[in-house]
């Protein structure tokens, strides 16, 4: 499987931006996806992911009510909603798929594909 996210730019605090990842190649082998990030200096760290079905979704604490992660089957697509956003949500975000068909995973080792990132950069 391939990912290809895009969507990334410059924003303020307290704006808005939509990360998405399409995917394309074996993708009927696809199961959970999702969405991590890494600081400059800093290591990367899971975001938010969601299960095969989109019925379950997990975030972690420092995004919960600020992001919203949803996915497409159709169009092999899933997307990452970024509201309210604050200067430390500055990173580059991946996008990645996993095989788990019942869980969402927040583990990077849950994911077996990562797409290239794109760089949000959140002013104050």
């Known amino acids: 499987v391939q990912l290809q996210a895009s969507g990334g730019g410059l924003v303020q605090a307290g704006g808005s931006l939509r990360l998405s990842c399409a995917a394309s190649?074996?993708?009927?082998?696809?199961?959970?996806m999702g969405w991590f990030r890494q600081a400059p200096g800093k290591v990367r760290e899971f975001v938010a992911s969601?299960?095969?079905?989109?019925?379950?979704?997990y975030y972690t604490d420092s995004v919960k009510g600020r992001f919203t992660i949803s996915r497409d089957n159709a169009k092999n697509t899933v997307d990452l909603q970024m509201n309210s956003l604050k200067p430390e949500d500055t990173a580059v975000y991946y996008c990645?798929?996993?095989?788990?068909?019942?869980?969402?995973?927040?583990?990077?080792?849950?994911?077996?594909?990562w797409g290239q990132g794109t760089l949000v950069t959140v002013s104050s």
């Open positions: 969601i299960t095969w079905s989109g019925r379950a979704t």
């Open positions: 190649g074996r993708t009927s082998s696809m199961g959970n």
């Open positions: 990645a798929a996993g095989g788990l068909r019942y869980r969402s995973g927040k583990e990077p080792t849950d994911f077996g594909s």
